[in-house]
């Protein structure tokens, strides 16, 4: 299978990209320097904070699916996911590539955006003290960053692709564990971590899953 990896030298770009060519796929990874990427892989320089289509419809052209790990380093970068996530979709319906997936997070179940100004106020996989305490200060001190991630939602629910947005909680480093939790369009009950081997496994592993197409995935262990 062919298979584009967006932000490939990022936390989970870099799992996406071990663990597909371990699969046997054949991989380009987007990145904004290639010198960085010390697999043999294909790679394609492309910034994202502002990407030319063009540039990104050689990255996307012929490709089964695009996976990306799209997301700001630090805060000044709010804005990157949408921005670069726009210019992907744009290269993806130019050169007839349907199947996409992108890490979103928890948090944007309960975020308004422009095309969802009201979304549900709590979470149904939410417990007490998730719903109640922790996703309400966690949304309000990366306001800018769960903002980008819904309106990244909203230009995929307008795509007409074969899109899958899967929502973590907290990522970390640990090994791949091959267990984990997902529910469709809602986070999971005591699921507040997931390490980013797991989500790059999901991704993976659910590229031919139409059962995934044009939902909302919660993740968690």
């Known amino acids: 299978m062919r298979i584009t990896v967006v932000a490939a030298t990022?936390?989970?770009?870099?799992?996406?990209?071990?663990?597909?060519?371990?699969?046997?796929h054949e991989v380009t990874a987007v990145v904004r320097d290639p010198s960085r990427v010390s697999m043999e892989v294909r790679t394609v320089r492309?910034?994202?904070?502002?990407?030319?289509?063009?540039?990104?419809?050689?990255?996307?052209?012929?490709?089964?699916?695009?996976?990306?790990?799209?997301?700001?380093?630090?805060?000044?970068?709010?804005?990157?996911?949408?921005?670069?996530?726009?210019?992907?979709?744009?290269?993806?319906?130019?050169?007839?590539?349907?199947?996409?997936?992108?890490?979103?997070?928890?948090?944007v179940s309960t975020t308004p955006s422009p095309d969802r100004p009201h979304p549900p106020r709590h979470d149904a996989g939410e417990g007490v003290i998730m719903r109640n305490v922790l996703t309400p200060l966690v949304r309000r001190a990366f306001y800018d960053h769960y903002l980008d991630l819904a309106v990244m939602e909203d230009l995929l629910r307008a795509s007409g692709l074969d899109w899958t947005s899967v929502r973590p909680p907290r990522l970390t480093d640990k090994p791949l564990t091959g267990h984990y939790r997902t529910a469709i369009d809602q986070n999971l009950r005591g699921g507040a971590f997931i390490p980013r081997a797991d989500v790059a496994h999901f991704m993976l592993a659910s590229i031919a899953d139409r059962a995934t197409f044009g939902q909302a995935i919660g993740i968690a262990t």
């Open 46 to 107: 492309v910034d994202l904070s502002d990407a030319d289509p063009s540039d990104l419809e050689k990255a996307v052209d012929g490709a089964d699916a695009v996976l990306s790990g799209l997301g700001p380093r630090n805060a000044k970068l709010a804005g990157i996911t949408s921005a670069g996530t726009r210019s992907l979709l744009a290269a993806m319906r130019a050169t007839g590539a349907r199947r996409l997936s992108v890490v979103s997070a928890a948090p």
């Open 10 to 24: 990022g936390g989970i770009g870099r799992c996406l990209v071990d663990q597909a060519l371990a699969a046997g």
